[in-house]
């Protein structure tokens, strides 16, 4: 065999080992004429516009969902951890130092703290005792109702959330916790970016909010969870107006 047969079979199997390195390193193929849709829900070859809209109709259409990240709003930083459904939501909500429960079984809503989130209102260390670990009613007429309300409630949350500001467009596909997903962007990632599930139905996956607002994870599409209002005993009213910090 001549040295010049030789140099091509080796230069064809470097180039064998990139086309691998490609498809197993990135999830791209880049090498030969393979369709890098193969397998997928065939929304890489959509349009960003596309592709954002049917994200928010496969959203707005599950029963349920569970939110997991960082927000920006009101001035502050939450941390939230909410699973959602039509009806209401549970989970806990972490700000300034302090985390905290929400339950909301349709219009009723509950806070459940400990005594030091408690005792930031008045002081009163026996108030905060009594109320500590306890289901509080907020009265649907109180502040705290309106400002924390909108975490357990799944249309407006996710209707605020998967907003893409400015031109949108394709970035590419990615994987995020496992799962195969296109990305698309607002004016190039400053108005927000929304990586879409190619796997199944085109749920949201992850999303960076414009302005780096917060990160936040989308999960356990369409499975159920329980959610009912807690047993009387462990139940309290305030009595009056719920700290407003």
């Known amino acids: 065999m001549s040295v010049t047969p030789r140099r091509r079979i080796r230069r064809a199997a470097w180039l064998g080992a990139v086309c691998a390195l490609a498809v197993t390193g990135a999830g791209l193929t880049g090498c030969g004429s393979e369709d890098p849709d193969a397998g997928t829900n065939g929304l890489g070859k959509l349009t960003a516009d596309q592709i954002h809209a049917k994200a928010r109709t496969a959203a707005q259409t599950a029963d349920t969902v569970r ?92 209707g605020g959330l998967l907003t893409l500001h400015g031109t949108v ?44 607002a917060g990160t936040i994870g989308f999960s356990d599409w369409n499975k159920g969870f329980a959610l009912e209002q807690p047993a009387k005993d462990d139940t309290l009213d305030y009595g009056k107006q719920l700290p407003a910090s």
């Not at 809503?109 to 209102?121: I, Q, R, T, V």
């Not at 997903?181 to 970016?193: E, F, L, N, P, Y």
């Open 67 to 158: 939110l997991h990240g960082s927000v920006e709003a009101g001035g502050g930083t939450y941390t939230l951890d909410m699973r959602l459904k039509a009806d209401g939501g549970t989970g806990t909500v972490a700000a300034q130092g302090t985390t905290f429960g929400l339950l909301r079984v349709g219009e009723q809503l509950f806070l459940k703290a400990d005594a030091g989130f408690w005792s930031h209102d008045d002081g009163d260390a026996k108030a905060a005792d009594k109320l500590a670990g306890k289901y509080v009613k907020v009265p649907q007429s109180d502040p705290v109702y309106r400002k924390f309300s909108g975490f357990t409630d799944k249309d407006v949350l996710l």
């Open 169 to 212: 467009k394709t970035d590419g596909r990615h994987e995020q916790a496992g799962v195969r997903t296109v990305r698309i962007t607002g004016d190039d990632g400053a108005g927000g970016s929304l990586d879409v599930s190619l796997e199944g139905r085109p749920y949201p996956v992850r999303l960076v909010r414009a302005g780096s």
